[in-house]
């Protein structure tokens, strides 16, 4: 389902980037004059662009295209030193551009501040679902410090601690002013807490090999994180090379590493657990049949204990 934000404070200047993401014939006859014609060097992309990687095939095919029929729709940039523009929304429009080695692109160039800037780029993206979520991870986060100096580390705290549902659930306990401020921006995104909670923020500690693969290779984000339960840095790596090979589905990733977690599982088990537990039955069994044991006070005594010693053992598992 389509993410839209809620926040009215960038609804109309969120159109204009929308607008020029489409076609030259899709965008309005008032923004078409409004548009100007910028030399393609003097625009640079912005270090807080929430998109880390593009697809290499992605802009060759749209390089070529604007080759042949010129360039189409317009990026969204705003002034920075001098001459010179940083792009808010179009980042890959800008890069097939350069591709196509055009001179000029056609820009609307608008007023932002950093935080509205890094706001319209999420919204762009996400109203796309054009963001992996490790990258609407850290996009959502970076919105967190820009609006409210919240560290993204200290965020990711924050959301670990006051976050659980059994303290989310407590009408005794308020919410900090920061948890409310992070709750704010997840709702103006339609996140849900829990869900940031327990899947999003999980992203953010996948080791480095399937974060590329995520970022770089269209590994879902669900075959990301089963993948990581294999803790065995060779065979996750082994599996991970398959699954983008093979383009495994979910399911069958799911039962590729149940496989290797069952090996595992089977070869940290002693080699002598059939004999103890053939033992275990055994002893049992002399027991029910012996009577002269429980008629001495002693041995009865002595036979609780190890009973006694013997649950304990069984609740620890």
């Known amino acids: 389902m389509t993410r839209k934000a809620t926040n009215n404070s960038f609804n109309l200047k969120g159109k204009k980037i929308l607008q020029g993401l489409v076609s030259e014939a899709d965008i309005p006859q ?16 912005s270090n807080n662009q929430p998109r880390q990687y593009f697809s290499q095939e992605s802009l060759e095919n749209l390089a070529k295209a604007f080759k042949t029929q010129g360039f189409r729709g317009a990026i969204n940039v705003r002034k920075v030193k001098g001459s010179t523009y940083e792009i808010v929304a179009g980042e890959r429009r800008w890069r097939a551009a350069k591709q196509a080695h055009l001179k000029s692109v056609r820009c609307i160039v608008d007023k932002y501040t950093n935080e509205q800037a890094l706001e319209f780029a ?21 919105l967190v410090y820009a609006k409210y100096k919240i560290q993204p580390h200290q965020a ?12 989310q659930s407590r009408s005794d306990v308020a919410p900090s002013d920061h948890m409310q401020k992070i709750m704010g921006v997840l709702a103006s995104f339609d996140i849900q807490l ?11 500690s996948l080791p480095s090999e399937i974060k590329e693969a995520h970022l770089k290779k269209g590994l879902p984000y669900s075959s990301a994180l089963e993948i990581n339960k294999v803790k065995d840095d060779s065979k996750r790596h082994d599996l991970l090379q398959k699954t983008i090979k093979e383009k495994l589905s979910f399911r069958e990733v799911k039962q590729q590493v149940q496989g290797i977690l069952n090996e595992v599982k089977n070869k ?3 080699v002598n657990q059939q004999k103890v537990i053939n033992h275990l039955e055994t002893t049992l069994k002399r027991a029910k049949q012996s009577t002269k044991i429980l008629q001495k006070a002693p041995k009865r005594k002595q036979l609780e204990k190890l009973l006694r010693e013997i649950d304990r053992l069984l609740e620890e598992e």
């Open 194 to 204: 829990q869900t940031f909670r327990t899947k999003h923020i999980r992203t953010l």
């Open 30 to 45: 008032d923004q078409q004059s409004a548009a100007e014609w910028i030399d393609i060097d003097k625009i640079h992309p």
């Open 156 to 167: 990711v705290e924050i959301i670990r601690s006051e976050g659980h549902p059994d303290r």
């Open 268 to 270: 940290k088990r002693p």
């Open 122 to 142: 999420l919204v762009e993206n996400l109203n796309r679902e054009d963001l992996s979520r490790l990258e609407e991870t850290e996009g959502i986060l970076q």
